[in-house]
Structures are given as structure tokens and as C-alpha cells.
């Protein structure tokens, strides 16, 4: 990820589920089970781990575009500002939660979505804006030219969704690259996150 578009400014995740959750831009209140969906992705325990959805805090996303021996690879990363009331150690363990209860583990393995039809995550790109489902979460993001070229030319995008929170990239505030491949490129971030090849797909098929 040497060469980065300047990303898209952070976008807030509606958190949804139940009465009294967070609508867009606002923080999740109350506590909500998590639903399973399906087999594991990976090897995890099958015991539900707890949630609480009101340690979530504010939750962001954003999309850039890096460069790969490849070509250009596509990257959508989803953080906490860790403002949740556990700051931002609940944060963090509200996520792991999350994603560990809907079959992602937190590490280095890359999970390859299209070899998961039952991944209760899904990505649709659909005029500039790239959308990202998964229980109780439904994010919106503004995308750049550059990634959604990339995401056209590739058919998914590099999901990192980390556990580590980010209070300095508020949304709405532009994120310098220097600053994001700071965050997104350090180890206890990358180590700390999960990881998904996740598949594009378009209202028109």
C-alpha cells in the first residue's frame, strides 16, 4: 500500500437493530444481542460472546485506493472514535465481539468472501457510494473515482475492520494520506483487525 489516493472523507455507520440504537452520526445506546448467522468463517469458539452495543461508540468508514503489484486494489477500513461509554477499551471489545460472534476472527488471515456465500457482510457499489452490511451495522460511504475504478476493474474490496479505535479521524473531516497509512499500516492496527476480500456487487447485477 505504497500509493494511496487521498481518501474520502470518514463517513458515520448507522448502527440498526433495535429501538433506541444509533441513527446515523449517533451513538449506539442500549444493549443488543448479537444474531449468528450461518457456520463460522474460521476456526472460533461457537459460545456467543457478549456485546454491548452502547461500548461501539461512534463507528466510521472510508474508502482509498492503494497501490499492489497487481494494480491498484481497492480499501474500505471501519474504525470506532472510541467514544462509546466503555471508551476506547470497550470500543474495542465491543468490535471483537461483533465480528468474532458473526464467524471473523481478529488477525493476519485474509478471509476470501466469495468462498463464504453465508459471510453476514456484503458490499454494494451503487452510484459512488460503497455499502457495507452486516448485522446491526449498515455503512455509506463516499468513494473515490480512483477506488471505485479499482473496485470495478478488481470485482471486491480489502475489507479491514479494526478493533483499535481512531478518536483523531472524526467524520466529516478530511484524513490526510500520510496520517491514514499511519493508522491503517501499523502493526497493532493490521494485528488487531479483521480481514475480508469482500465481493462487489451493483443494483444492476
Not at 463507528?59 to 481497492?74: H, K, T
Not at 466469495?114 to 446491526?136: F, I, K, W
Not at 474490496?157 to 484524513?175: D, I, M, Q, S
Request: hydrophobic fraction near 40%.
Amino acid at each position: 500500500m505504497r500509493r494511496r489516493t487521498r481518501p474520502a472523507c470518514a463517513s458515520p455507520v448507522r448502527v440498526v437493530g433495535s429501538p433506541g440504537v444509533a441513527r446515523l452520526g449517533e451513538r449506539a445506546a442500549g444493549r443488543v444481542p448479537v444474531r449468528r448467522y450461518g457456520a463460522a468463517v474460521t476456526s472460533t469458539t461457537s459460545e456467543t460472546r457478549p456485546f454491548h452495543a452502547a461500548d461501539l461508540g461512534t463507528l466510521v468508514v472510508m474508502a482509498w485506493s492503494g497501490e499492489a503489484p497487481d494494480g491498484d486494489m481497492p480499501y474500505l477500513l471501519a474504525y470506532s472514535l472510541g467514544d462509546g461509554e466503555g471508551g476506547p477499551e470497550g470500543s474495542s471489545a465491543a468490535i471483537e465481539a461483533l465480528l468474532r460472534n458473526n464467524g471473523l476472527n481478529i488477525g493476519e488471515e485474509i478471509v476470501d468472501g466469495s468462498q463464504h456465500p453465508s459471510l453476514p457482510l456484503t458490499l454494494l457499489v451503487e452510484a459512488g457510494q460503497a455499502v457495507v452490511n452486516m448485522p446491526y451495522l449498515n455503512a455509506q460511504c463516499p468513494a473515490p473515482p480512483e477506488w471505485l475504478a479499482a473496485v470495478g476493474e478488481r470485482g471486491f474490496a480489502y475489507f479491514l475492520f479494526a478493533t483499535r479505535a481512531w478518536p483523531e479521524a472524526e467524520p466529516g473531516k478530511p484524513v490526510e494520506p500520510e496520517a491514514l497509512a499511519a493508522f491503517a499500516g501499523d502493526a497493532d492496527t493490521l494485528n488487531g483487525a479483521a480481514h475480508v476480500l469482500l465481493p462487489a456487487r451493483s443494483l444492476r447485477g
